[in-house]
């Protein structure tokens, strides 16, 4: 039995677009693209070689369908979470702890430097500048950088 010359173009080229498609849903860096962009290209030569009018058929099919592809994916990305957009919604920034300077506090683990304090009645983790601080030990916030909270001992007298 023999297959008709258009078979092998006609399922690379099916397979070659739905590797786009799944690129939209699997994202592999490219890979799936590429891979699909190859035999989507055979497919068309391989087409060519049947007929000129197969050939000029399956490449403006093609070159009208790549732009739907590009539009399908963009659309994909953006509903499913694939893309970030400037209005994420539930995300907020770490809040800054800038008004923690100059506050005293308890430490509320044993400082290793770092530990846990109590400050304003809130649990803090913070890092101690230089010494160990033992548990209960009075702590001032000396300096704060981003997250980092530098605490030192409070001495008495």
């Known amino acids: 039995m023999q297959s008709s010359p258009i078979l092998v173009p006609l399922v690379l080229i099916i397979v070659g677009i739905s590797l786009f498609f799944i690129e939209a849903v699997v994202p592999s860096m490219g890979i799936i693209t590429v891979l699909g962009a190859v035999m989507v290209t055979v497919s068309v030569v391989l087409f060519f070689n049947v007929s000129a009018l197969h ?3 399956v490449l403006v099919c093609t070159l009208l369908a790549a732009p739907l592809a590009v539009m399908f994916f963009f ?3 953006r509903n499913t979470g694939m893309v970030l957009s400037a209005g994420q919604e539930g995300y907020s920034a770490s809040e800054s702890r800038q008004h923690l300077l ?3 506090g308890v430490a509320s683990t044993y400082l290793r ?3 846990v304090a109590l400050i ?3 649990r803090v983790d913070v890092t101690a500048e230089g010494d160990l ?3 209960g ?3 001032e916030v000396v300096k704060v950088d981003g997250i980092k909270v530098v605490v030192r001992e409070v001495k008495v007298g």
Request: charged share 25%; aromatic share 4%; net charge positive.
């Open 137 to 139: 030990t009075r702590i």
């Open 102 to 104: 100059g506050k005293t």
């Open 120 to 122: 304003d009645g809130r």
């Open 75 to 77: 659309y994909v990305a």
């Open 133 to 135: 601080i033992p548990e």
């Open 55 to 57: 050939g000029i058929i």
């Open 113 to 115: 430097p770092s530990g």
